[in-house]
């Protein structure tokens, strides 16, 4: 248990279908974060969020539109999503201030289906 | 961030020792070495971190050569639990908590 739940675990889509993704950190932290894990590939960072700010976008197709309503909370909606889109969704936060580093925390992610 | 290449799988029996290489030849004087693992459809767990000395915790040893070239992760006894994809990540601790992950090294503890 690290402090970072995300619900649902699984979720099976159609790609009319709009969805979204629920993270939750209890933690006590600024900077929350969403990766894309597709299989046999990296992690990659698809959004920042900082004190409620997105900071970071790493050209993130429109179909996923984050929301981060406040510090504990961040959200992924998707619409229109591809078959290529199946992937494990992972959430992290952490501390974040100007030229330090802070341990990120991962929640267990939400396996993602695009049928 | 610098660029690193670790082997993409290892094997390791229980109770042994579990050495992961990383070789980062083209690292920079401000950059450290992260450690992350991630078991079986888990979100990644940190591990240790370093600069130049050596660190240890009460999860593994992080072995940073001289010349910070290259360094290694040392599980000192192996359990089946540890079987996860091992990331190895070389960053400026000055640039935040963003993390750029790579492929990884597979490590499978046998029984």
């Known amino acids: 248990e690290t402090g970072v739940t995300q619900t649902p675990r699984h979720l099976v889509m159609g790609m009319t279908n709009k969805k979204s993704l629920k993270c939750e950190q209890h933690?006590?932290?600024?900077?929350m974060y969403w990766y894309k894990q597709s299989a046999k590939k990296p992690l990659e960072l698809m959004f920042v969020y900082n004190f409620k700010e997105q900071t970071e976008n790493n050209s993130v197709p429109s179909r996923f539109s984050p929301e981060c309503p406040n510090s504990s909370h961040l959200f992924l909606h998707l619409h229109t999503l591809q078959p290529e889109d199946s992937a494990l969704y992972l959430c992290a936060s952490s501390q974040d201030l100007a030229g330090v580093w802070y341990e990120q925390y991962f929640g267990p992610g939400t396996r993602l289906t695009v049928t | 961030d610098a660029k690193t290449t670790q082997p993409p799988s290892m094997d390791c029996a229980e109770g042994r020792a579990a050495n992961l290489p990383c070789n980062h030849s083209t690292i920079s004087g401000n950059e450290y070495v992260y450690w992350y693992r991630q078991i079986h459809s888990q979100g990644p767990q940190y591990i240790i971190h370093g600069l130049k000395n050596n660190e240890t915790n009460e999860m593994a040893s992080l072995i940073i050569t001289e010349d910070r070239k290259s360094s290694t992760l040392i599980l000192p006894h192996a359990t089946l639990r540890d079987t996860a994809v091992y990331y190895c990540?070389?960053?400026?601790?000055?640039?935040?908590?963003?993390?750029?992950f790579g492929e990884g090294t597979q490590l499978t503890v046998n029984p």
């Open positions: 933690l006590g932290h600024n900077a």
């Open positions: 990540i070389v960053r400026v601790e000055t640039s935040g908590s963003r993390l750029t």
